[in-house]
């Protein structure tokens, strides 16, 4: 037997801002630099992401992707400062736990 969890992340007035499926989205925004090319690699709708993104942006009240329109090159989207902040708070927080969880086998 081993120890499982789930984590997520809430603001002050339990409104969800983040758990697993979000942080992947926000990693693959991070590393492709576009909502629709990481849209397509987590295997779901550009609306879908876009919808999940608005819902963080409004339980948290800060812009957590800036976008650039396309022209010729494709347009590009990327974390802001806040969005890359709390990417990496979930992060270290899953990091954490599962160290704790490995140290209780």
């Known amino acids: 037997m081993r120890p499982c969890f789930k984590i997520w992340l809430e603001s002050q007035q339990g409104k969800f ?4 499926g979000t942080a992947q989205l926000l990693l693959a925004i991070k590393e492709r630099g576009s909502l629709s090319d990481a849209a397509r690699h987590l295997d779901i ?5 876009w919808r999940k993104i608005r819902e963080i942006e409004k339980n948290t009240g ?8 396309g022209g010729k090159s494709g347009g ?3 974390l802001t400062e806040e969005g890359d ?17 490995e140290k209780s086998e």
């Open 17 to 20: 801002i983040l758990g697993e």
């Open 45 to 49: 709708s550009y609306a879908h992401a």
């Open 62 to 69: 800060k812009k957590i992707v800036e976008g650039k329109r």
């Open 76 to 78: 590009s989207t990327v």
């Open 85 to 101: 902040t709390l990417l990496r708070k979930y992060m270290q927080l899953k990091e954490i736990i599962a160290e704790a969880c």
